[in-house]
């Protein structure tokens, strides 16, 4: 697949810098999100938001579960904390939205794999007890973090910045694609939405390669018909960069 055209399914601002590392690599990007990223704009919920960064120094950790919410909430520190508060353990949840957050300043470190499950393995159960932890990420995000935190004795609060929703496409926009070769998903729920639009008007689209972040992602990819689900072991894009070099032999 020299001339390999890649489908990238990240929502923006990440998408378009996902295709330009493609390109560089001499394959080809086709662009179509399938979640729209929406920061929080009603006014009650920004004042909510804004009273929390302010708080923000009293929490132990400060988990970030996406790039998306890193990028937000640096936005809101730069707003409310001329210099960063000391005494806070900043973690990123993989390496890509650990670099977003050391991109802005913030001294965040990473665990050493990429996923919510691999964070709970390098959390040590004792370290956790009576820990103030925030969790930063979207309305109803997965709960699975928190739960088992709270399960280690530690004391959890939720910063959510933004919304995410389904992208609307019509039938035409899935007839003027050109041929794909090959599929990035970067979560569970774009591969949700994804395999809700493939169904109704790309069905063909299930026999491809398609390219997912984690084991859990694979596993579900799998249970929705994707008969060729590889694991990047990871959403950043030098994982699915390695991963598409596998497939396409380059």
Not at 95 to 105: K, N, P
């Amino acid at each position: 697949m020299q001339d390999c055209r890649i489908l990238i399914t990240r929502p923006e601002p990440e998408n378009a810098l996902s295709c330009e590392r493609i390109c560089d690599h001499g394959w080809s990007a086709v662009a179509l999100p399938m979640l729209e990223i929406s920061p929080i704009k009603d006014s009650k919920q920004r004042d909510a938001i804004r009273s929390q960064v302010f708080n923000i120094d009293t929490f132990d950790y400060v988990i970030f579960v996406s790039k998306n919410a890193a990028r937000l909430a640096c936005d809101w520190l730069d707003a409310c904390w001329p210099m960063l508060p000391v005494g806070i353990h900043w973690i990123g949840i993989g390496q890509g939205t650990t670099q977003a957050l050391q991109d802005e300043g913030v001294p965040a470190l990473s665990n050493p794999g990429h996923t919510t499950e691999a964070l709970l393995d390098w959390l040590k159960p004792a370290k956790m007890t009576n820990q103030k932890i925030l969790i930063v990420r979207g309305l109803g995000g997965r709960p699975e973090l928190g739960k088992k935190l709270e399960e280690r004795g530690a004391k959890i609060s939720y910063l959510s910045l933004y919304e995410r929703k389904k992208p609307d496409y019509s039938a035409q926009t899935f007839f003027m694609l050109p041929d794909i070769n090959l599929i990035w998903v970067t979560s569970g729920e774009s591969l949700d939405n994804l395999s809700d639009y493939v169904t109704q008007h790309k069905p063909e689209w299930k026999t491809l390669p398609i390219l997912t972040p984690s084991i859990r992602v694979n596993q579900q990819a799998k249970e929705m018909g994707w008969i060729n689900a590889s694991c990047a072991n990871g959403a950043d894009d030098n994982s699915l960069i390695k991963a598409t070099e596998f497939h396409t032999g380059k």
